[in-house]
């Protein structure tokens, strides 16, 4: 009943930025920790950004990013919209893959692992041109 649906992918330049949305259905969006995650040809799945669900956090932290991104990506959520964002900025051609939105498979948890997370979407394409 879970479903995901991200959009805002495409084609830009290094340096151009692109703001990726995931809208949720099926769930109760405030209680659940949201994940973004990427895939690369021909490498593995790695994880992106993720922020928790309303009452939780990582060591005080509502937000988590991969060192790869940290600085440039932020992730953020309208409850209201059910929606998460990933905002990406100063994009870099090894950002291109595609990205996956992600929720994790209970409620009211803060997720450390990619196997905590239980539903996916299709994914979005961005591609970063030199």
């Known amino acids: 009943q879970v479903q995901l649906v991200e959009s805002g992918g495409g084609l830009v330049q290094t340096g151009d930025s692109l703001r990726l949305s995931c809208a949720a259905f099926?769930?109760?969006?405030?209680?659940?920790?949201m994940g973004w995650f990427r895939q690369a040809p021909g490498k593995e799945r790695e994880f992106v950004a993720t922020?928790?669900?309303?009452?939780?956090?990582?060591?005080?932290?509502?937000?988590v990013y991969a060192d790869s991104v940290k600085g440039r990506f932020t992730i953020s959520r309208d409850n209201a919209k059910n929606t998460v964002y990933l905002q990406m900025n100063s994009l870099k051609p090894e950002d291109t893959a595609v990205y996956y939105c992600?929720?994790?498979?209970?409620?009211?948890?803060?997720?450390?692992?990619?196997?905590?997370?239980?539903?996916w979407g299709q994914g979005t394409q961005v591609t970063v041109s030199s």
């Open positions: 922020i928790s669900w309303n009452g939780a956090s990582w060591n005080g932290a509502s937000t």
């Open positions: 992600a929720v994790p498979r209970a409620q009211h948890t803060t997720p450390r692992q990619e196997y905590e997370y239980g539903y």
């Open positions: 099926g769930l109760i969006f405030s209680w659940y920790t």
